[in-house]
T-cell receptor, first 111, second 112 residues
Framework: QKEVEQNSGPLSVPEGAIASLNCTYS??????FFWYRQYSGKSPELIMF????GDKEDGRFTAQLNKASQYVSLLIRDSQPSDSATYLCAVSRQAGTALIFGKGTTLSVSS | DAGVIQSPRHEVTEMGQEVTLRCKPI?????LFWYRQTMMRGLELLIY????????DSGMPEDRFSAKMPNASFSTLKIQPSEPRDSAVYFC??????????FGPGTRLTVT
């Protein structure tokens, strides 16, 4: 069974710190990797995606992928209280097919 | 663009009643997905369509659930009869054929 595992948290960091969120996946056929942010009572919002091994940076966010270790991470620099949310890791085998989601990590940024 | 549109946003119904959830994908997107989110199981795929054709319905819990996509701009998810364990948030998402999926606001279903 294809699985995506995340630590449920909560992960608590002070404002301005780096938050590190981690995810492992079981399906070696996974080709694409996504991070979604979900505020309480809202829908998931895509914030980052990565296809190749290595790092991908977008503003304060950096996604890291290691396919050999089947590991994906998301770093949030200069964390803000507005970053407090649940972060969902998702993987996909092919374009246009379903995403397999982890259960999410809850991040709390204190001011 | 208006984004993915779902209706109703909230639905409260009694056990045994029929429930119909509706979704309008983003114009030009050719794949549509129905997901269900619960605290216990997280976000799970129910079914997805490509060019209005159902491709994978392996996540549909049982025969009580059915989904249709009669045209490129409309899809329904029907539960008949509904049960309390169907209570969840149901999301519709669409993609233009790439990897990124865009989610609607969801329908919060409560079955009493």
């Amino acid at each position: 069974q294809k699985e995506v595992e995340q630590n449920s948290g909560p992960l608590s960091v002070p404002e301005g710190a780096i938050a590190s969120l981690n995810c492992t996946y079981s399906d070696r056929g996974s080709q694409s990797f996504f991070w979604y942010r979900q505020y309480s009572g809202k829908s998931p919002e895509l914030i980052m995606f990565i296809y190749s091994n290595g790092d991908k940076e977008d503003g304060r966010f950096t996604a890291q992928l290691n396919k050999a270790s089947q590991y994906v991470s998301l770093l949030i620099r200069d964390s803000q209280p507005s970053d407090s949310a649940t972060y969902l890791c998702a993987v996909s085998r092919q374009a246009g097919t379903a995403l397999i989601f982890g259960k999410g990590t809850t991040l709390s940024v204190s001011s | 663009d208006a984004g993915v549109i779902q209706s109703p946003r909230h639905e409260v119904t009694e056990m045994g009643q029929e429930v119909t959830l509706r979704c309008k994908p983003i114009s030009g997107h050719n794949s549509l997905f129905w997901y269900r989110q619960t605290m216990m199981r997280g976000l799970e795929l129910l079914i997805y369509f490509n060019n209005n054709v159902p491709i994978d319905d392996s996540g549909m819990p049982e025969d009580r659930f059915s989904a249709k996509m009669p045209n490129a701009s409309f899809s329904t998810l029907k539960i008949q009869p509904s049960e309390p364990r169907d209570s969840a948030v149901y999301f519709c998402a669409s993609t233009p054929g790439g990897y990124e999926q865009y989610f609607g606001p969801g329908t919060r279903l409560t079955v009493t």
